[in-house]
């Protein structure tokens, strides 16, 4: 039987992940997921890839009070209502999203944390600030696989977050999710068309608390899944009806 054993978003991409319990799947995705992001002086997204340690930052977003939250690794907090400045265009993965930039503080902080220029934005509208599809699916199997394929013992699994799964699925067979392309799960009351592998960049090499490279993922992955586009791990897909997930619901495939 196929379960959901983890529910994740980043309220800030590219920042650590928040674990949910029980989440809305909304038509676009989740709401709160991603719905702000970085970008450098230039209005380019800014992520892991050019500063690895935002995996520091803890962050949490209340959508009903409006207040954010970010946890320095220092101790020192960033948290309030924020102040926005006027809309602009943003390039996001070569698509145009319009958000608005956090003033004060906020700038001032992300920047030096940063060590360049980068605004905190936030987007004009939910849903918007994913890579190729809302929501990500991936097995605990597969993990385990290619931990093992990495030498690793039982004990020594590679962290599921490394791969910031939306949904992290138990009780599939290791890869299981490649033959799910174009076939629709029902998963709580909702239901996700999987559309796409998920291809796999330098991210995944990094530490998921730190941020630090400590490790060959990308390459692990291409020595025993050659490909000659990406490393593909996971599947990439869409939400076809609303409703409510929650961890220990079953997943059905058809």
């Known amino acids: 039987m196929i379960t959901v054993a983890e529910i994740n978003i980043a309220p800030v991409k590219s920042m650590a992940l928040v674990p949910l319990q029980s989440v809305n799947l909304d038509l676009g995705g989740i709401q709160d997921d991603r719905r702000f992001y970085l970008v450098n002086q230039h209005g380019r997204l800014l992520t892991r890839r050019q500063v ?3 995996a520091q930052l803890a962050t949490s977003w209340d959508a009903e009070a409006e207040r954010l939250t970010i946890r320095f690794p220092d101790g020192s907090v960033l948290e309030g209502n924020p102040e926005l400045d006027r809309p602009v265009w943003t390039i996001v993965w070569g698509r ?3 958000g608005r930039a956090l003033q004060g503080d906020w700038m001032r902080a992300i920047s030096e944390f940063c060590g360049q220029p980068a605004m905190l934005m936030m987007s004009d509208l939910p849903c918007q ?3 190729e ?3 990500s699916v991936l097995s605990r199997a597969s993990v385990e696989r290619l931990s093992a394929e990495m030498g690793m013992s039982d ?3 590679l962290a599921t977050d490394r791969f910031r799964p ?3 699925l138990d009780g599939c067979e290791a890869h299981e999710e490649d033959g799910w392309m174009n076939h629709t799960l029902a998963v709580g009351d909702a239901v996700v068309r999987i559309l796409a592998p998920d291809p796999r960049c330098a991210i ?4 998921p608390i730190t941020g630090e490279t400590d490790a060959e993922v990308v390459r692990s992955i291409l020595g025993y899944r050659p490909n000659a586009l990406a490393g593909y791990f996971g599947v990439y897909g869409i939400v076809e009806k609303p409703g409510q997930v929650s961890v220990g619901d ?3 495939v058809t």
């Open 155 to 157: 004990d020594q699994c």
């Open 133 to 135: 599809f809302p929501v």
């Open 250 to 252: 079953t997943v059905a």
């Open 129 to 131: 600030v994913f890579d």
């Open 204 to 207: 995944v090499d990094q530490d």
């Open 52 to 54: 690895g340690k935002l």
């Open 166 to 168: 939306t949904l992290l």
């Open 96 to 98: 145009r999203v319009r």
